[in-house]
């Protein structure tokens, strides 16, 4: 079993940076995929980053420049870390990991990680 617990949302303006970070805890050692997702008010969960089993990180479209997600794997914790945020940003923030061997579109065509965390908000204004 897997327990995440996401941290570092709140305010922002627009173009503001914000670290948000994802500790995990629980049988996590090696675990193949973990991510960063986000659902936007009144729209549906999409993926914002992943790191998959072959150590490749990816990134959506919408933040790929933006945002960088890294690991710390002595401190069980992930990271994303979101610059020159925009109002669109706007979203609850989830981190997920999952032990299975995929690729990138595996996860862009919506494939469901298998631990996620509670969410945390992040709310840019302009």
């Known amino acids: 079993q897997v327990h995440l617990v996401e941290s570092g949302g709140g305010s922002v303006q627009s173009g503001g940076s914000l670290t948000l970070s994802c500790k995990a805890s629980g049988t996590i050692f090696n675990i193949h995929n973990m991510g960063w997702y986000r659902q936007p008010p009144g729209n549906q969960r999409e993926l914002v980053a992943v790191q998959i089993s072959d150590g490749t990180i990816h990134y959506s479209n919408d933040v790929k420049g933006r945002f960088t997600m890294s690991r710390d794997s002595a401190k069980n914790t992930m990271y994303l870390q979101m610059n020159s945020l925009k109002p669109e940003d706007t979203a609850i923030y989830y981190c997920?990991?999952?032990?299975?061997?995929?690729?990138?579109?595996?996860?862009?065509?919506?494939?469901?990680?298998?631990?996620w965390g509670k969410g945390t908000l992040v709310t840019v204004s302009s």
């Open positions: 997920a990991a999952d032990w299975g061997v995929y690729c990138y579109s595996d996860f862009a065509s919506g494939y469901d990680m298998d631990y």
